[in-house]
Protein backbone atom coordinates (compact mmCIF):
# COMPACT_ATOMS: atom_id res chain seq x y z
CA UNK A 1 0.00 0.00 0.00
CA UNK A 2 2.72 1.90 0.89
CA UNK A 3 4.60 1.48 -2.68
CA UNK A 4 1.12 2.65 -4.41
CA UNK A 5 0.38 5.30 -2.38
CA UNK A 6 3.70 7.11 -0.65
CA UNK A 7 1.49 10.37 -0.01
CA UNK A 8 -1.90 9.37 0.93
CA UNK A 9 -3.48 12.05 2.51
CA UNK A 10 -6.82 13.46 3.32
CA UNK A 11 -8.31 15.01 0.56
CA UNK A 12 -10.33 17.82 1.72
CA UNK A 13 -9.08 21.15 2.39
CA UNK A 14 -9.06 23.67 5.10
CA UNK A 15 -7.28 26.24 6.52
CA UNK A 16 -7.75 25.56 10.18
CA UNK A 17 -8.82 22.72 12.61
CA UNK A 18 -12.67 24.84 12.73
CA UNK A 19 -12.33 24.42 8.54
CA UNK A 20 -11.23 20.83 9.13
CA UNK A 21 -14.40 19.67 11.46
CA UNK A 22 -17.13 21.25 9.32
CA UNK A 23 -15.02 19.59 5.74
CA UNK A 24 -15.07 16.05 7.14
CA UNK A 25 -18.95 16.71 8.62
CA UNK A 26 -20.04 17.95 5.18
CA UNK A 27 -18.08 14.86 3.71
CA UNK A 28 -20.99 12.07 5.30
CA UNK A 29 -22.26 10.48 2.07
CA UNK A 30 -20.90 13.03 0.02
CA UNK A 31 -17.43 12.86 -2.01
CA UNK A 32 -14.49 14.58 -1.33
CA UNK A 33 -14.62 16.83 -4.75
CA UNK A 34 -17.99 17.90 -4.26
CA UNK A 35 -17.68 18.98 -0.70
CA UNK A 36 -13.70 20.83 -1.72
CA UNK A 37 -16.35 22.75 -4.22
CA UNK A 38 -18.63 23.30 -1.44
CA UNK A 39 -16.17 24.42 0.76
CA UNK A 40 -14.44 26.96 -0.83
CA UNK A 41 -17.26 29.05 -1.44
CA UNK A 42 -18.12 28.75 2.55
CA UNK A 43 -15.37 29.50 3.91
CA UNK A 44 -14.84 32.59 2.10
CA UNK A 45 -18.40 33.21 3.30
CA UNK A 46 -17.71 32.24 6.79
CA UNK A 47 -14.12 32.83 7.70
CA UNK A 48 -14.50 32.90 11.44
CA UNK A 49 -16.07 30.79 14.00
CA UNK A 50 -18.09 33.55 15.09
CA UNK A 51 -19.52 33.75 11.90
CA UNK A 52 -20.99 30.16 12.05
CA UNK A 53 -22.69 31.58 15.59
CA UNK A 54 -23.87 34.63 13.71
CA UNK A 55 -25.18 32.16 10.67
CA UNK A 56 -28.74 31.86 9.56
CA UNK A 57 -29.86 28.27 9.42
CA UNK A 58 -32.17 28.66 6.96
CA UNK A 59 -29.42 30.51 4.52
CA UNK A 60 -26.92 27.79 5.99
CA UNK A 61 -28.89 25.08 4.69
CA UNK A 62 -28.84 26.88 0.98
CA UNK A 63 -24.92 27.60 1.12
CA UNK A 64 -24.17 23.65 2.07
CA UNK A 65 -26.99 21.97 0.05
CA UNK A 66 -25.36 20.62 -2.75
CA UNK A 67 -23.60 18.00 -0.46
CA UNK A 68 -26.98 16.04 0.72
CA UNK A 69 -28.57 15.82 3.96
CA UNK A 70 -28.30 19.66 4.03
CA UNK A 71 -30.54 20.04 7.18
CA UNK A 72 -29.08 17.49 9.37
CA UNK A 73 -25.54 18.68 8.97
CA UNK A 74 -26.20 22.60 9.16
CA UNK A 75 -27.97 21.88 12.53
CA UNK A 76 -24.56 19.64 13.39
CA UNK A 77 -22.28 22.49 12.53
CA UNK A 78 -24.36 25.26 13.91
CA UNK A 79 -24.68 23.31 17.18
CA UNK A 80 -20.83 22.32 17.00
CA UNK A 81 -19.90 25.61 16.81
CA UNK A 82 -21.60 26.69 19.55
CA UNK A 83 -20.39 23.90 22.15
CA UNK A 84 -16.73 24.61 20.69
CA UNK A 85 -16.77 28.28 21.41
CA UNK A 86 -18.49 28.15 24.65
CA UNK A 87 -16.99 24.69 26.37
CA UNK A 88 -13.78 24.07 24.32
CA UNK A 89 -12.54 27.98 24.49
CA UNK A 90 -12.92 28.34 20.37
CA UNK A 91 -10.92 25.54 20.03
CA UNK A 92 -11.13 22.33 18.69
CA UNK A 93 -10.54 19.30 21.25
CA UNK A 94 -7.88 17.02 21.08
CA UNK A 95 -9.34 13.94 22.43
CA UNK A 96 -11.54 11.42 21.46
CA UNK A 97 -14.34 12.00 24.17
CA UNK A 98 -14.77 15.22 23.70
CA UNK A 99 -14.37 14.78 19.96
CA UNK A 100 -17.30 12.32 20.04
CA UNK A 101 -19.24 15.26 22.44
CA UNK A 102 -19.54 17.30 19.66
CA UNK A 103 -23.17 16.89 17.75
CA UNK A 104 -23.49 14.50 14.28
CA UNK A 105 -19.36 13.24 15.04
CA UNK A 106 -18.80 9.67 14.81
CA UNK A 107 -15.60 7.92 15.57
CA UNK A 108 -14.69 8.43 11.67
CA UNK A 109 -15.07 12.28 11.55
CA UNK A 110 -13.05 12.04 14.93
CA UNK A 111 -10.26 9.52 13.62
CA UNK A 112 -10.15 12.41 10.88
CA UNK A 113 -9.73 15.63 13.21
CA UNK A 114 -7.31 14.39 15.76
CA UNK A 115 -4.91 12.67 13.77
CA UNK A 116 -4.79 15.94 10.89
CA UNK A 117 -5.38 18.53 13.62
CA UNK A 118 -2.93 17.31 16.37
CA UNK A 119 -1.47 13.72 15.07
CA UNK A 120 -3.69 11.97 18.06
CA UNK A 121 -3.93 8.96 16.56
CA UNK A 122 -7.09 6.56 18.28
CA UNK A 123 -8.30 4.02 15.61
CA UNK A 124 -8.87 4.14 12.03
CA UNK A 125 -11.83 5.99 10.26
CA UNK A 126 -13.77 3.80 8.91
CA UNK A 127 -15.76 5.28 5.25
CA UNK A 128 -16.86 3.29 2.71
CA UNK A 129 -13.47 2.64 0.82
CA UNK A 130 -12.00 1.14 4.20
CA UNK A 131 -15.29 -0.51 4.85
CA UNK A 132 -15.55 -2.00 1.16
CA UNK A 133 -11.87 -2.77 1.32
CA UNK A 134 -12.02 -4.94 4.72
CA UNK A 135 -14.99 -6.88 3.51
CA UNK A 136 -13.37 -7.62 -0.03
CA UNK A 137 -10.37 -8.75 1.64
CA UNK A 138 -11.96 -10.64 4.62
CA UNK A 139 -10.19 -8.29 7.07
CA UNK A 140 -13.50 -7.99 8.84
CA UNK A 141 -17.18 -10.08 8.81
CA UNK A 142 -18.80 -6.53 9.96
CA UNK A 143 -20.97 -4.22 8.42
CA UNK A 144 -20.42 -2.18 11.20
CA UNK A 145 -17.86 0.62 11.14
CA UNK A 146 -17.25 0.06 14.54
CA UNK A 147 -16.47 -2.97 14.66
CA UNK A 148 -14.84 -2.99 11.27
CA UNK A 149 -12.29 -0.55 13.19
CA UNK A 150 -11.89 -2.37 15.80
CA UNK A 151 -11.13 -5.87 13.90
CA UNK A 152 -8.22 -3.70 11.37
CA UNK A 153 -7.01 -1.90 14.97
CA UNK A 154 -5.61 -5.38 15.50
CA UNK A 155 -4.48 -6.51 12.66
CA UNK A 156 -2.86 -3.56 11.50
CA UNK A 157 0.42 -2.04 13.96
CA UNK A 158 -0.31 1.28 16.00
CA UNK A 159 2.57 3.16 13.99
CA UNK A 160 0.21 2.57 10.60
CA UNK A 161 -3.26 3.83 11.73
CA UNK A 162 -2.87 6.69 10.44
CA UNK A 163 -1.52 6.11 7.30
CA UNK A 164 -4.07 3.08 6.13
CA UNK A 165 -6.82 4.93 6.45
CA UNK A 166 -5.76 7.79 3.35
CA UNK A 167 -4.06 4.31 1.62
CA UNK A 168 -7.11 2.23 1.69
CA UNK A 169 -9.14 5.24 0.65
CA UNK A 170 -6.78 5.94 -2.22
CA UNK A 171 -7.06 2.26 -3.53
CA UNK A 172 -10.78 2.52 -3.34
CA UNK A 173 -10.54 5.72 -4.90
CA UNK A 174 -7.97 4.94 -7.95
CA UNK A 175 -7.91 1.10 -8.52
CA UNK A 176 -10.99 -0.55 -6.80
CA UNK A 177 -14.19 1.15 -7.01
CA UNK A 178 -17.95 0.61 -5.60
CA UNK A 179 -19.40 -0.24 -8.83
CA UNK A 180 -19.18 -3.55 -10.35
CA UNK A 181 -15.51 -4.30 -11.71
CA UNK A 182 -12.97 -6.89 -12.87
CA UNK A 183 -10.35 -7.12 -10.18
CA UNK A 184 -8.55 -9.80 -11.05
CA UNK A 185 -5.34 -7.63 -11.90
CA UNK A 186 -5.34 -5.11 -9.48
CA UNK A 187 -2.15 -5.11 -7.08
CA UNK A 188 -3.31 -6.38 -3.73
CA UNK A 189 -5.63 -8.52 -5.52
CA UNK A 190 -2.45 -10.71 -6.26
CA UNK A 191 -1.27 -11.24 -3.30
CA UNK A 192 -4.42 -12.43 -2.36
CA UNK A 193 -6.41 -14.09 -5.10
CA UNK A 194 -10.15 -14.59 -3.12
CA UNK A 195 -10.66 -11.19 -3.27
CA UNK A 196 -10.71 -11.54 -7.76
CA UNK A 197 -13.79 -13.35 -6.89
CA UNK A 198 -15.62 -10.77 -4.83
CA UNK A 199 -18.01 -8.20 -6.36
CA UNK A 200 -18.01 -4.70 -4.15
CA UNK A 201 -21.43 -4.71 -4.88
CA UNK A 202 -22.28 -8.30 -3.72
CA UNK A 203 -21.28 -7.48 0.06
Not at 123 to 151: C, M, W, Y
Request: hydrophobic letters at 40%; one cysteine or more; charged letters at 30%.
Amino acid sequence: MRKLFPDAKIALRSANNWELLVAVILSAQCTDKKVNEVTKRLFQKYPTLEDYLKADPKEFEQDIRETGFYRAKTKNILASAQIVKERYEGKIPNTMRDMLSLPGVARKTANVVLGNAYGVVEGIAVDTHVKRFAQKFNLSDSSDPVKIERDLMEIIPKKDWFFITYGLIDYGRNICPGRKHECADHPLTKLYAPAADIWPSAR
